[in-house]
């Protein structure tokens, strides 16, 4: 495991959080982390008690700690929207209670799945197009990508301020949020580390109680 390309000095490491969504990877990577740092990592769940209300039982880490960052940093309703392998919508109130979660195949995982259902298409290069309208094999299918997903999340958004009749502050995270972010003002502000700055925040509030 290698930090230079985030500029990290790895003898400044001295706690270490994790929160697993993939449970088979779970201990092996704890134990990686273990014999590279000689730090016991702690995990962190959805069970850790915070202000936040209405949470599944099987909430994923991910989307609580999405949650609880957005709750505690950003003022009105929440709409975090984090494009990762799944896209999902996690909406949390000014009261901490969790209005609900969308959860759709992500961009990626759609992609690849066109590519290897469909033998005459190849991969492409992941990046928006000029026109809607493609030219090209590709050109078509970046259409279908972007503004099709596009579309999706601004109609979603759409759907949840006509439901809850509330004006939300939209936030984007995950790997490809950037892109969309750039495409659209119904997005607020685009977060890159939104998700591991709410594992930190969870972290905090289970050493508080528990350390």
Do not use: W
């Amino acid at each position: 495991m290698t930090y230079q390309n985030y500029g990290i000095n790895i003898k400044e490491i001295k706690e270490i959080v994790v929160g697993s969504v993939v449970p088979h990877l779970t201990y092996p990577v704890r134990r990686s982390l273990h014999l590279l740092h000689g730090i016991k990592s702690i995990l962190v769940s959805r069970d850790i008690s915070t202000e936040l209300t209405g949470k599944s039982s099987r909430m994923g880490k991910d989307l609580y700690a999405n949650a609880y960052y957005a709750y505690k940093h950003y003022k009105g309703i929440k709409i975090i929207v984090d494009f990762g392998t799944a896209l999902t919508l996690t909406c949390v109130d000014t009261q901490g209670e969790i209005k609900g979660v969308i959860i759709a195949p992500g961009v990626i995982t759609s992609l690849n799945s066109l590519i290897g259902s469909t033998a005459q298409l190849s991969d492409i290069e992941m990046r928006v197009p000029k026109t809607v309208l493609g030219k090209n094999t590709e050109e078509c299918m970046q259409s279908g990508v972007f503004f099709g997903f596009l579309s999706m999340v601004e109609g979603l958004i759409d759907k949840i301020k006509e439901e809850l009749q509330e004006k939300v502050y939209v936030i984007a995270t995950g790997g490809t949020g950037h892109i969309f972010s750039e495409l659209t003002h119904k997005i607020d502000v685009y977060d890159r580390y939104h998700t591991i700055k709410g594992l930190r925040e969870l972290y905090y509030k289970y050493k508080q109680e528990n350390l």
